[in-house]
């Protein structure tokens, strides 16, 4: 299913391209997936029920979203629906987010550390992993109290392991032998 999210995510970002609007497309993108909610939803049962009339899934559709989503979105999330994919649309908004990043120079780092990191800890990772991997980095941070001190930081399929239970695990490896 991952193959037919990029695939509908691409087009669609090739004419979010086309009009300069690829960051309203994202924000109209991400707002019909939040209120859409997951694939287990009423909603959502009823926009993939090939048992409800398709002009009654899309005038659902228009309705919730004709003031809310840029008119090319509201019509991918119609093209969704009625090809029966409409609960790909999670998937579809993480790889247009996917696109959208790679082509701003933009890659997402995940800290882990013991305890939670303060603004400026953040901010000084932050320009590190910029200058490592020279583009923007969205950092997010996350606690680990089983750490117990230092930290692992997660960038472009990289880890870098500077916790303390890795320490521990190295000198007793070493130990061992």
């Known amino acids: ?13 090739e004419l979010a391209r086309e009009d300069g609007s690829a960051q309203e497309y994202l924000k109209g993108l991400r707002f019909a997936a939040d209120s859409l909610g997951d694939r287990n939803s009423e909603i959502m049962a009823f926009l993939s029920s090939p048992g409800i009339a398709r002009k009654e899934r899309i005038d659902v559709l228009d309705s919730a979203f004709r003031d809310a989503v840029p008119a090319n979105v509201l019509n991918f999330l119609k093209v969704l629906c009625e090809s029966g994919r409409i609960a790909e649309l999670s998937g579809c908004a993480d790889a247009f987010q996917a696109l959208l990043d790679a082509e701003e120079g933009v890659t997402e780092a995940e800290a882990v550390s013991a305890v939670r990191l303060n603004d400026d800890e953040i901010r000084k990772l932050k ?16 606690v680990d109290p089983g750490l117990l001190g230092g930290l692992t930081v997660t960038v472009e399929g990289k880890t870098i392991d500077g916790s303390i239970r890795h320490r521990i695990k190295a000198l007793k490896d070493v130990m061992e032998k």
């Open 127 to 142: 320009d590190v992993l910029e200058k490592r991997t020279h583009k923007t980095v969205r950092l997010v941070n996350r």
């Open 1 to 13: 299913m991952m193959k037919q999210a990029n695939e509908y995510a691409n087009a669609l970002f």
